[in-house]
């Protein structure tokens, strides 16, 4: 039995190395996003194992033409990681109501919208759901309210389906800190400094695999006593005392 996933926001950063990560361990992955796929996720969709819907996690049509996708074609699935997100950073006063509004459709309803399409489906392997949260739905810089807003949101809505979805389907999230995403050529053309790393407890800023590898544990056979929890990775730098000398 080929375990079977769907991964939001998989072009690019987190969402791209999770599914580089299941197709490695032999699985089979239903992908939506905005952006085009990348190169390295192309020879999995010609092989059939990548189903990518060119398609906004936040639309609900889109939502239900992916879990369609995967149900004809596999008709199992075992766990959904809902990762798509993004930040607009602006001082409230700035902020338009279209701009709050797409932020929540986003990262937040989009959460909604799959888990509920993927109910049935998930039940009936006891499959689990992954939410990728934020060290920001407890803490802040100023203006990004919309972006922690939907974090704090996720928060409560992972143990929230925890209890409702339970027993047949667990519920998770994890809470990255910094992870750095960025491509190669821009991490060439503006490398990190030594700081960035320093100030964090573990020496160094967060990779995608840092979360990517949590993904797989709570996908495995040895998290089954775990639901509506959340895992913050941030290499310790939540649990600093930051008041200034
Ligand atoms: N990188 C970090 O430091 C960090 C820290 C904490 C939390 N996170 C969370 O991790 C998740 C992934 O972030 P990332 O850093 O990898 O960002 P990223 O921008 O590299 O990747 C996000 C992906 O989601 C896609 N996406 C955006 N809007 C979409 C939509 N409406 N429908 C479908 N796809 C859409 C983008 O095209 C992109 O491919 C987000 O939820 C983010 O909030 C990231």
Redo the contacts with the bound molecule.
Sequence with gaps: MIKTYIV?????????QITLDLLKAGSQVGV????SLPDDLKSAESEGRLIFHD????NESDVKALVRKVRERWQRLDGLVN?????IRKPIKDLSLEEWQKVL???LT?VFLFARETQTLLSKHKGSIIN?????ATQSEANTES?SAT?GAILALTHSLAISLGPDIRVNCI?????D?RSEAEKKKEPLKRSDHEQHPVGRV?Q?GDISSFVQFLFGDHSGFITGQEFVIDGGMSKKMIYEE
């Design positions: 939001t926001g998989a072009s690019s950063g987190i969402g791209h939506i996003d905005v952006k398609g906004d996690c936040s990762n798509a997100g993004f930040m459709g986003t990262n989009s990728i949260c934020s060290t920001r972006y974090k809470s990255p800190g910094w992870i995403v967060g995608p």
